[in-house]
């Protein structure tokens, strides 16, 4: 089994440019999930897809961030514009239904400049 | 909302010591509980879980923690610590009602001198 596979694995950005994490779940998983990990606030649910809709988005920050799963094994999250603070972490994790445990890919090291 | 307060951020041990992380969360309803843990550079890991049944869960890599209900608390313990250990562990609950997404503590970063 690969994975959970996020891309890039870092990105390094001026603030105000757009930018795109992108993950692939593990194949059957029907839950994704997006996570921010920073020193400050620790690791934060942002949003999760089930079965490719979007469930629960309410710990998206602002409306500079978006996601979206187009299909059962891809999805993005968009920062557009980028600013500083939104340096951090930002991990990918999908399960197979109720009662499975998460499974984590190696994150994308994003730093605003 | 539920919260998970893990109550050191950096415990340094040597080698052969024994250990336990603080977990606490506040929730009054059914929970499921887990510990993952962050080894330098790489990504989360399940350690163990808590769904139901025998309060006391083992896991990988010698591991366990104990549920108290009353405390609401799922402290994670090692009999002896390795110096492979060193990383940082979460503490997570997922509540029930349809909730699905992690509340996860904000970690404690574990050292292990040799």
């Known amino acids: 089994d690969a994975g959970v596979i996020q891309s890039p694995r870092h990105e390094v950005t001026e603030m105000g440019q757009e930018v795109t994490l992108r993950c692939k779940p593990i194949s059957g998983h029907d839950y994704l999930f997006w996570y921010r990990q920073t020193m400050m606030r620790g690791l934060e649910l942002l949003i999760y897809f089930n079965n490719n809709v979007p469930i629960d988005d309410s710990g998206m920050p602002e409306d500079r961030f978006s996601a979206k799963m187009p299909n059962a094994s891809f999805s993005t999250l968009k920062i557009q514009p980028s600013e500083p603070r939104d340096s951090a972490v930002y991990f990918c994790a999908s399960r197979f239904t109720f009662g499975q445990p998460q499974h984590f890919g190696d994150g994308t090291r994003l730093s605003i400049l | 909302a539920q919260s998970v307060s893990q109550h050191n951020h950096h415990v340094i041990l040597s080698e052969a010591a024994s250990l336990e992380l603080g977990c606490n969360y506040s929730y009054g309803g059914t929970v499921n509980l887990f510990w993952y843990v962050q080894y330098p550079g790489q990504h989360l890991q399940l350690l163990l879980k808590?769904?139901?049944?025998?309060?006391l869960v083992k896991g990988i890599k010698g591991f366990e923690a104990e549920f108290i209900k009353s405390k609401f608390s799922f402290n994670l313990r090692k009999p002896s610590v390795q110096w492979s250990d060193t990383a940082e562990y979460f503490c997570a609950v997922r509540t029930g009602g349809g909730a699905d997404g992690l509340t996860f503590g904000k970690g404690t970063h574990l050292i292990i001198q040799p």
């Open positions: 808590y769904f139901s049944g025998d309060p």
